[in-house]
């Protein structure tokens, strides 16, 4: 692994300094937070704790015509009906936040529609955050516009080390009127991940990161969201996210549980967030 150090996302100050770190980035010397937390690293780090996180990974070499193999072939028909249906692509690097406070209209309403998993698909406590990723130039939001223009799908992709990873999407699937308007939105959010896949092999970003994986079989609503992913292809792998003291304030609050707790819950949304079923 190429070892890229980086000042890292700050998510807390205070009572110590706690910064976010990304597949192969590492803090810097001179920017040493008290606690690193790195998230999707192939192995587990000695002294850290250290918690697993599945995903799944649609390496991006190859042909487009290889990478279309890949899709299911009900998928592959859906792709190419949101095309004929006239549903566009836009994409924005983050430098203007508007479409951030966009996503987020669009996301608070989208969570409220799933009831089981409200508490952790909420995030306008974390907007903070996006917004910080957004400013290192590390974030960038893609939406699928419908026939008439409006704005029906969003997806927010975290950007680093020749990955990109699914952070976030949403939807009104769930207040679609009609079994027509649902199919609807369901191609325009698979043709919005084919533009994805396209548009960042296209750049030289080796891995589509699909956002996490639940390893599970009880929940059924995240069974779902793995079958959707399914369908382009791609392979589940097991990573870690972990936390570890780079201080000596960092090491002794370490292993407190609320900061367990912290990490654990993290790891959990991933499994979640980038929901569009």
């Given at each position: 692994m190429n070892i890229q150090h980086n000042d890292g996302i700050i998510s807390r100050r205070w009572p110590l300094t706690i910064k976010n770190y990304w597949f192969a980035q590492r803090?810097?010397?001179?920017?040493?937070?008290?606690?690193?937390?790195?998230?999707?690293?192939?192995?587990?780090?000695?002294?850290?704790?250290?918690?697993?996180?599945?995903?799944?990974?649609?390496?991006?070499?190859?042909?487009?015509?290889?990478?279309?193999?890949?899709?299911?072939?009900?998928?592959?028909t859906k792709v190419r009906r949101a095309e004929r249906e006239g549903i566009s692509v836009e994409r924005y690097a983050c430098n203007d936040l508007n479409i951030l406070n966009d996503f987020e209209m669009?996301?608070?309403?989208?969570?409220?529609?799933k009831p089981e998993v409200r508490d952790i698909l909420k995030i306008s406590v974390q907007m903070h955050i996006l917004k910080r990723i957004a400013s290192a130039g590390m974030l960038e939001v893609s939406r699928a516009m419908g026939r008439d223009g409006e704005p029906i799908v969003y997806h927010v992709f975290i950007?680093?080390?020749?990955?990109?990873?699914?952070?976030?999407?949403?939807?009104?699937?769930?207040?679609?009127?009609?079994?027509?308007?649902?199919?609807?939105?369901?191609?325009?959010?698979r043709y919005l991940h084919w533009q994805e896949i396209l548009h960042y092999k296209h750049h030289g970003y080796s891995q589509y990161d699909w956002g996490g994986w639940y390893?599970?079989?009880?929940?059924?609503?995240?069974?779902?969201?793995?079958?959707?992913?399914?369908?382009?292809?791609?392979?589940?792998?097991?990573?870690?996210?972990?936390?570890?003291?780079c201080t000596i304030l960092g090491r002794c609050l370490l292993p407190f549980r609320t900061l367990y707790r912290e990490i654990r819950d993290s790891a959990s949304q991933i499994l979640t967030r980038s929901s569009q079923l």
């Open positions: 803090p810097m010397k001179h920017a040493m937070p008290d606690i690193a937390r790195i998230h999707s690293i192939p192995e587990p780090l000695t002294g850290a704790i250290n918690i697993e996180s599945w995903t799944l990974l649609t390496d991006l070499a190859g042909t487009d015509s290889d990478l279309m193999a890949l899709l299911h072939r009900d998928t592959r669009l996301y608070n309403k989208f969570s409220e529609s950007i680093a080390d020749g990955r990109a990873r699914l952070l976030h999407t949403a939807s009104l699937f769930r207040e679609a009127q009609s079994s027509k308007h649902r199919n609807y939105l369901g191609w325009a959010n390893p599970g079989e009880d929940n059924d609503s995240l069974v779902r969201i793995n079958q959707f992913k399914q369908e382009f292809g791609g392979k589940v792998v097991c990573e870690y996210d972990t936390m570890y003291g």
